[in-house]
């Protein structure tokens, strides 16, 4: 058939060279992989490490790469499924396949990895409130009526939202004409606001580089990402600006205080500027406030909005990560299409632990809690500060992590791989960036994750090695 008749244009081959380019290179006979299915899952996955498929392109059909490779529409059927159980791809029903974000949050976040000495995650020194804890369970346990706490109960109690009132307010926010809603971790509030205030296909404005979990929400809710551009102190007001500018952007998500993974605390100059942008243009702002608590004397960004703006905040950082509860703060008028769409997601918080969070709360511990792990944060900056002594990184006196930019010798992969091979996790800058370019050779290492100060020494220790040996230790 002659194309050009047919008005195939140059872009159209372009787009058809594109659809195979994931298959560059491949060949069955020369993979160490000797099963045809998984190899193919391993050229996906490497095409999408490469950049050749990138978050929302769409697959060829099963057919279509059935005939391409001349092998059974069967064994195609087995990448595709074993493709979407790693999280590489997704579904749209009569839509077709499509990349997901990657790596999947199973990746970036490796909390069960106990062969390694895991800077990864972030996550609080659980052994500070264990015997606090261990007094409310014991407490809980004592009460009459306790099976009450695992019966239905989508409406939170009254003691469930006095804590709620009492946690917020202390956090400095702004509650007057204001709803409270519980959900279950922040996590499930970034999907719960982002349904909630946003459609399939909206474009959301993100710091450029920003939290993972909401590359991978983004992508598995059918929402485009608008990277915009940081600085020392976080999302750049002008930049928004432009990008607003071009009538695109339904929702704004910004981590104002100890970013995620930069670490960029905003001043109140630039809280006041960006919530100007966000009335100039009546855009929803989502202000992700997990580690606004590292930042007392800062007012929440969301108080300079407070009729476009949603506060969201947990008590995973701050307290404990496996009570999975948030509190969502929002204009009035959203609470029903709040509480629906938390129906929608789990039907409730569990009442056990948002019973224990609750009591913590009103007894003054989980406060207590807070302030010890700041405390904490600080002195583990303090380590990492000696130790990297002549290397560049960016890092608050009490953030829970870092973000260490990396000499021209190393690639964030090749560097995160050497560091794994030696017993040390890390996590990319690819993981966080929402641009779909190029990433910055940068690393987000968490100081709190070790149990003891000699674990997090010695994971330093085999940090600076690297650095010192340079590439040719990869």
């Known amino acids: 058939m002659n194309r050009e008749k047919k008005g195939y244009s140059g872009l159209q081959q372009q787009q058809d060279v594109d659809r195979w380019a994931w298959l560059s290179g491949f060949d069955a006979r020369k993979c160490q992989q000797p099963i045809l299915y998984l190899a193919l899952v ?4 490497y095409a999408i490490e490469q950049g050749w498929l990138r978050a929302g392109d769409r697959l060829v059909t099963h057919r279509e790469l ?9 064994t195609v059927s087995k990448v595709y499924r074993q493709a979407r159980q790693q999280g590489l791809i997704h579904a749209r029903v009569g839509r077709g396949s499509f990349v997901s974000s990657y790596p999947v949050l199973g990746q970036v976040i490796r909390a069960h990895d106990f062969q390694s000495i895991n800077l ?8 500070i409130g264990e015997a606090y804890m261990a007094q409310q369970l014991k407490a809980l346990a004592a009460q009459p009526q306790l099976a009450d706490l695992m019966d239905y109960n989508t409406q939170a109690s009254d003691t469930d939202r006095r804590a709620a009132a009492d946690w917020l307010s202390a956090q400095g926010v702004e509650l007057s004409g204001k709803s409270i809603s519980i959900c279950s971790g922040a996590q499930h509030g970034l999907m719960v606001l982002i349904n909630g205030l946003s459609e399939y296909g909206d474009h959301i404005a993100v710091e450029h580089y920003c939290y993972p979990g909401i590359i ?3 992508n598995q809710l059918g929402r485009k990402l608008i990277a915009i551009e940081m600085d020392e102190q976080g999302m750049i007001p002008q930049a928004l600006d432009k990008a607003c500018a071009q009538g695109l952007i339904k ?16 001043s109140i100059a630039r809280r006041k500027a960006l919530a100007k942008i966000v009335k100039k243009y009546a855009i929803h702002l989502i202000d992700d406030d997990v580690y606004g608590f590292l930042s007392p004397q800062l007012p929440a960004l969301a108080n300079f909005a407070p009729e476009q703006s949603f506060y969201l905040t947990s008590l995973s950082k701050s307290v404990f990560p496996g009570l999975r509860v948030a509190y969502i703060v929002a204009p009035a008028q959203y609470k029903i299409r709040i509480e629906a769409q938390i129906r929608q997601s789990i039907w409730m918080p569990a009442p056990l632990t948002l019973a224990l969070a609750s009591r913590l709360i009103l007894a003054g511990q989980a406060a ?8 904490l944060a600080i002195k583990r900056q303090r380590i990492a500060a000696k130790m990297l002594i002549g290397f560049n990184y960016l890092a608050q006196v009490n953030s829970y992590h870092l973000w260490l930019l990396l000499p021209d010798d190393f690639s964030s992969e090749s560097f995160c791989q050497a560091l794994e091979q030696r017993g040390v996790l890390v996590s990319s800058s690819a993981y966080f960036n929402a641009q779909q370019q190029a990433p910055c050779a940068a690393v987000r290492i968490s100081l709190m994750a070790p149990a003891t100060e000699d674990e997090l020494v010695f994971g330093l220790k085999i940090v600076v090695a690297l650095l010192v040996e340079g590439v040719t230790a990869v």
Not at 66 to 74: D, E, G, P, T, W
Not at 120 to 127: G, R, T, V
Not at 251 to 266: D, K, R, Y
Request: net charge positive; glycine share 0%; no cysteine.
């Open 42 to 45: 391993d050229q996906l996955k």
């Open 66 to 74: 059935s005939r391409h490779l001349q092998i059974a529409v069967a």
């Open 120 to 127: 990864s995650i972030i996550k609080p020194q659980l052994a």
């Open 216 to 218: 991978s929400l983004a």
């Open 251 to 266: 929702l704004l998500i910004v981590v104002a205080s100890h970013q995620n993974p930069t670490t960029a605390v905003m």
């Open 368 to 375: 207590e809690i807070q302030r010890l792990q700041s405390e």
